[in-house]
């Protein structure tokens, strides 16, 4: 299913129009959103556009833009931590710096961290990407697949990187190419894989 098959069956169970939905987006035309959900206007490749979408039609942001997990929102709320806790896990209540909310269903050990610096901001505007700022929340019960995301650790420190799959070879690879991949050994932890990406540090 596209992107824009996920938008339309979204936006029907909502009970809305193409109008209305457009026009919740900032004043997109019918015919604008009629052609996202064709796959024939590429206006809904801006990520920040995909989560406002996402949040008007009440169904996970990640499901809407990726086709990843449910489209299904269940509340639950998931403590934030610092990058140096994660080699501590699980979680104590007093690493918490606070709780951040999210509608996808995780596992109860689950955590979020916010992004720091650069090495996961992708070149391409096609990719997704992890901004300075965002909140990503990991689920550590899940087993990492090919091209999946994941926080690791490693000699030298934890750190957010795409699991990359090169014949019988894995990779942590930054999606910003001014940064190196990292060959996954025996020495690599990966603590979990990502699931949700939020923006609420924008404020």
Partial sequence: ???????????????????QLGQALGGLTGPTISAIENGTAKTFRDPDLVLEAAKILAVSPIWLQFGLGDAELISETIPLIDWE???????????????????????PKSFALKVNGNSMVAQSGDEVSFREG???????????????????????????????????KKYLQPLNRLFQQEIVSNKTKVHGVVRVILQEEFD
């Fill in 1 to 19: 299913m596209s992107i824009g098959e996920r938008l339309k069956e979204a936006r029907l169970k909502k009970q809305m129009t193409q109008d």
């Fill in 85 to 107: 806790d994660v080699l501590k896990l699980p979680v104590k209540p007093s690493q918490i710096k606070r709780r951040v909310g999210t509608t996808l269903a995780v596992s």
């Fill in 134 to 168: 965002m909140i990503v929340i990991v689920d550590p019960e899940i087993t990492p697949k090919p091209n999946s995301f994941v926080v690791a650790s490693n000699n030298k420190e934890t750190v957010l990187r795409k699991f990359v799959h090169e014949g019988a």
